[in-house]
């Protein structure tokens, strides 16, 4: 059965460790077995790393640069060389390719959400393997991904995906951070996200030196693909070859199973891609009414209003303990919310002086968690 797959290589697995330069034997090999996967009737996207890494090894700097101007610089001198080096080796089999580069920001507009979708599937339609990267040379810190880990599970919703393979340096994901615990083990399945408590994994904050996140960021990266029904595996980036074997069956890696109902799109770009304005802290009614009743979000269950949004903006609602619980589009600013928080919706009209939407947040734009 052919199906959508969207693979995630990390700068650790891109490039060698000693000297920093480009693991050629490894791009080659991730060459071959997109092509053949390509071939065999998959649709296939390539979201790789580097930027950073080989723009470094290009202008020969010792250490990671700090300074935001210089970062961008240096992912500019990169990129370029990296989608050079995968073009010529795609070349070599015939294989044409694409560069998408993407910020958060050209997602939240939900246009410009719907935009990248049709774009993919054009490209996917044409037998194009797509290779996406964060536009880092011009993305802001409010309107970054951050990180490719997010970034792969953000396309493999909006592609569609059955499959999200993250390729790293390690063979997957442990109960401790192998590098620092010795007697860490390997996880093989992971049915719903709550079982890594269950499990208490520990997540250490170590990356490799180019690397960005480390494995929190491909934990949440998992967590956004389920949800959107993607079969999302953790693997070793220095084989792969092995992604034939695992989509033929076998339990190599970290596999963490979809949800077996999966969020619509509309939910997923709320849940996902926009970025939280503010927070509303809701009194327990309220959290009870919008995660058992499916309810919409009226004001008088509004303890505490933070941030500034205006209408339409993307809110966390919390519990009171801070814990977020949904997310959700506001019918009101932040300033209107501070008057009318605590109040019912037949006040709303007086304190405010005019008609508003008799809900904070209707239940057709909040998302539970
Ligand atoms: N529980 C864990 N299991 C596996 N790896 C972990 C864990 N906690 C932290 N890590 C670290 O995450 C690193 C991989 O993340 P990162 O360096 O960002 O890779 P990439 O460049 O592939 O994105 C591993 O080298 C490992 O040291
Ligand atoms: N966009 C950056 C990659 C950021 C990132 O997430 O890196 P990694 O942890 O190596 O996957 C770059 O191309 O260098």
Redesign the pocket.
């Known amino acids: 059965m052919t199906c959508t797959i969207v693979v ?7 490039t060698q460790s000693e000297t920093g330069n480009l693991a050629l034997s490894t791009l080659a090999t991730l060459v071959e077995t997109l092509t053949d996967l390509r071939r065999n009737g998959n649709r296939v996207v390539l979201v ?8 470094r090894d290009r202008l020969g700097l010792t250490e990671r640069p700090r300074a935001i101007a210089l970062k961008q610089a240096v ?1 500019a001198v ?2 370029g060389r ?1 989608i050079r080096v995968y073009d010529d080796l795609f070349t070599t089999l015939k294989q044409p390719i694409a560069q998408v580069l993407l910020t958060r920001g050209d997602l939240v507009q939900r246009s410009g959400y719907v935009n990248a979708y049709n774009t993919f599937q054009q490209l996917l339609k044409l037998g194009v393997i797509p290779i996406v ?2 536009n ?1 040379t011009v993305a802001v810190d409010e309107l970054r ?7 792969s599970a953000l396309v493999a919703s909006l592609v569609e995906a059955d499959w999200l393979f993250m390729l ?1 340096d390690v063979e997957s994901l442990y109960s401790a951070d192998p590098r620092s615990n010795p007697h860490a083990k390997p996880i093989h399945l992971v049915t719903n996200i709550q079982q890594l408590q269950e499990f208490q994994v520990e997540v250490g904050s170590s ?2 030196s ?5 494995m929190i ?1 491909k934990i949440e990266a998992a967590r956004i693909a389920t949800s959107s029904g993607v079969r999302t595996v953790i693997t070793d980036g220095k084989h792969p070859t092995n992604l034939k074997k695992i989509l033929s069956g076998d339990a190599i890696g970290t596999q963490f199973e979809p949800q077996s109902r999966p969020v619509n799109s509309r939910r997923h770009w709320i849940a996902n891609v926009l970025v939280p304005m503010g927070k509303l802290y809701l009194d327990p009614g309220a959290i009870k009414a919008i995660k058992e009743g499916g309810k919409s979000l009226l004001a008088a269950g509004i303890i505490r209003v933070e941030g500034e949004f205006n209408p339409n903006d993307s809110v966390q609602l919390c519990d009171n303990e801070s814990q977020e619980f949904a997310r959700g589009l506001v019918n009101y600013s932040s300033s209107e919310m501070q008057k009318i928080k605590g109040c019912h919706s037949e006040q709303i009209p007086e304190i405010l002086g005019y008609y508003g939407a008799e809900t904070v947040i209707h239940r057709d734009n909040l998302v539970i968690l």
Not at 8 to 14: D, E, P, R, V
Not at 210 to 214: A, D, E, K
């Open positions: 995630k290589i990390g700068t650790s697995s891109l790789s790393s580097g930027a950073m890494g080989v723009g992912a990169g990129q990296l990267n964060e880092d991904f951050g990180d490719n880990d997010t970034l790293t990356r490799s180019w690397g960005t996140g480390g960021t």
